[in-house]
């Protein structure tokens, strides 16, 4: 099946023109779990066919083609035909009908290859084979395709799941919208309402000390695995790599290079409900940088593991106004030592951080040990951690494993 793209100069949202679509054209719409619209209708020739269309925002970028500042709408066609003739005249038809209907200025694409433009003014033109959308032939669409869109890509206020999802990214800890969010998505994806529902749950049990079955945990754990892929938001799947974590239905957790971070922080912050980052290499190196980021107010865990900041790496995290709201932080292998951690102590910098992960030698974390039953027997005392308790008061030099499981001695960082 191929794919071809008719791209509109909408000044607004793809949600609104998809439901424009479906109401005036006959397609028949569905939203994604990551609330990508899908519409299908009957192709014209072959009934027994079904031709489908993904609509979605699409910024215009002016670093690559020379055109204007704004966002459009991408419909991406695919038609169930063998011959590419067949297929051509199957979007070129819905591209007419398209631009009749509406009235956008479009553009007719096969990947960069263009072959037709459309403006009300101008009526539609076919251009010559091997015609492209980049600058070398701008004069050839440009003034089809080009007049300035200036507003902002938003969210239709008719997008239920649309509005939820922005709430629930502007008010991560609030699991009533997470909850609100289950409800509305129930009706075409049940399974993925069920993981948000038990994601919850399982948060708040954790926090309770209170122990699930195998069996629980297991269904919870088999859905993730369904949805890990399905959840993470189109404006996010490039810079987000290959790790990420889904907690409480949603993408919270992200694993890269500060390298990577940095650059992308803005969009992390405005598409997910960022909660937890773990940096997987070049921290030391760009520790100034990272620590200048506001985006950082959004983490309520953060882990350097294996980034070799040592303790000038830590002083100058410490110096970050962006870290007040940071409950858990890993300095496990960084080469940090008992004068970081006593500057850490010492420092206001991180007033909510309730959790604390450091090298063993440094004996700042409670070590349990189990029963073969997994039964917690015993406790290793954090010695180091109680020395420096009696000079600052600080619930991470506090903190005691509560015996929910194995694990427990190093929480998540919703867990604490």
Request: aromatic fraction near 10%.
């Amino acid at each position: 099946m191929s794919s071809l793209q008719i791209e509109l100069r909408a000044d607004t949202p793809a949600y609104a023109v998809a439901a424009q679509l479906a109401a005036r054209l006959g397609f028949r719409m569905r939203r994604t779990v990551k609330r990508l619209n899908l519409l299908e209708r009957p192709m014209s020739g072959e009934p027994s066919k079904t031709v489908t269309v993904r609509v979605s925002d699409r910024r215009w970028d002016p670093s690559r083609v020379n055109i204007s500042q704004g966002y459009g709408t991408e419909l991406q066609v695919a038609v169930p035909a063998y011959h590419r003739s067949d297929r051509l005249a199957e979007v070129s038809a819905l591209f007419d009908e398209v631009c009749r209907e509406f009235g956008y200025p479009a553009l007719l694409r096969d990947d960069v290859l263009l072959l037709a433009a459309w403006s009300p003014a101008l009526g539609r033109r076919d251009f010559p084979a091997e015609t492209f959308v980049i600058a070398d032939d701008e004069r050839r669409w440009a003034e089809y395709a080009l007049p300035p869109v200036t507003a902002p890509i938003a969210v239709a206020p008719e997008d239920v799941l649309g509005q939820l999802y922005a709430r629930i990214v502007a008010e991560p800890d609030d699991d009533g919208l997470r909850l609100a969010y289950a409800d509305a998505v129930e009706p075409e994806h049940p399974d993925y309402a069920r993981l948000i529902r038990l994601q919850v749950r399982y948060t708040l049990d954790r926090q309770a000390g209170v122990a699930w079955s195998p069996v629980r945990l297991r269904e919870m754990n088999q859905l993730e695995r369904q949805y890990h892929t399905e959840v993470v938001p189109p404006e996010v799947w490039g810079p987000i790599g290959k790790d990420w974590h889904v907690r409480r239905g949603f993408v919270e957790a992200v694993a890269m290079k500060a390298s990577w971070f940095i650059e992308d922080a803005g969009l992390f912050v405005a598409h997910v409900p960022l909660r937890m980052l773990y940096l997987t290499g070049e921290a030391d190196e760009r520790i100034d940088e990272l620590a200048a980021l506001p985006e950082l107010a959004r983490l309520r865990g953060l882990s350097f593991w294996g980034n070799p900041i040592g303790d000038d790496g830590l002083h100058r995290v410490l110096a970050s106004p962006y870290l007040t709201g940071l409950r858990w932080l890993s300095l496990d292998n960084t080469g940090v030592t008992l004068a970081g951690i006593e500057e850490l102590a010492a420092s206001d910098a991180l007033p909510e951080l309730r959790y604390l992960r450091a090298d063993r030698n440094l004996r700042l974390n409670a070590l349990p040990g189990y029963d073969y039953d997994g039964t917690l027997v015993s406790v290793d005392k954090p010695y180091r951690a109680m020395e420096l308790a009696e000079r600052y008061d600080r619930a991470w030099l506090r903190w005691q494993p509560s015996g929910v499981d194995e694990q427990v001695f190093d929480p998540e960082y919703a867990e604490v």
